[in-house]
């Protein structure tokens, strides 16, 4: 079965620095992963995905994704954090050939002026 | 602005009357998502449609939990009788055909049953 873990549920950074929010991936043949962000009382928004091709995704707000394969991970990255991203963040995969998108637990991402 | 449109926002109910909550998806989009968000349980599927067909509810209680898309333009996602565990919120989104997993979702409807 496809799932996404994610280890932290909790990112503290100070403005301005770089952030990384985790992600790890267990699936079966070529894996679909996408990266949703999540506003207070707001829906998720997506942010970027991985389907094929380059390993260093770019996406909405200046954030990028990397997949590794050896590590079956697919990090969340920004170079300088803002106190506007401080958000929940959600990892996913696609279920296998399907439409479906199974999502991590989240991790809450806080940013500090 | 195209965006989903779920109502109501916000839905408190007693245990055992029956919820409906209503969602537009964006004009155009052909593929509907169900979700329901609790702290215990995080994002969990409840059923999806594309081109107003069912394809999957198999993550939704079929007891008491139904989903439909009378036209295009509405899908509702009803519970009857309602039970206390229901409380979460509930998210539609929307997906077209060529980039249905790039789904917008709405606001939610934050429902709790006492």
């Known amino acids: 079965a496809q799932s996404v873990a994610q280890p932290e549920d909790q990112v503290n950074v100070a403005e301005g620095n770089p952030l990384t929010v985790k992600c790890t991936y267990s699936v079966s043949g070529n894996p679909y992963l996408f990266w949703y962000v999540q506003y207070p009382n707001r829906g998720l928004q997506f942010l970027l995905k991985y389907i094929t091709g380059d390993n260093l995704v770019k996406g909405s707000y200046g954030f990028e994704a990397e997949f590794n394969k050896s590590q079956t991970s697919f990090h969340l990255k920004k170079p300088s954090a803002l106190v506007s991203d401080s958000a929940l963040y959600f990892c996913?995969?696609?279920?296998?050939?399907?439409?479906?998108?199974?999502f991590g637990t989240g991790t809450r991402l806080q940013v500090f002026p | 602005d195209a965006r989903v449109t779920q109502t109501p926002r916000h839905k408190v109910t007693e245990m055992g009357q029956e919820v409906t909550m209503r969602c537009q998806p964006i004009l155009g989009h052909n593929t509907v998502f169900w979700y329901r968000q609790t702290m215990m349980q995080g994002l969990e599927l409840l059923a999806y449609f594309r081109n107003r067909a069912p394809l999957d509810d198999s993550g939704m209680p079929k007891d008491r939990f139904s989903a439909e898309m009378p036209d295009a333009t509405l899908a509702t996602l009803k519970i009857q009788p309602s039970e206390p565990r229901d409380s979460a919120v509930y998210f539609c989104?929307?997906?077209?055909?060529?980039?249905?997993?790039?789904?917008?979702f709405g606001q939610g409807t934050r429902l709790t049953v006492v």
């Open positions: 996913a995969v696609r279920d296998g050939g399907t439409d479906k998108l199974i």
């Open positions: 989104a929307s997906g077209s055909a060529a980039k249905v997993t790039e789904a917008f």
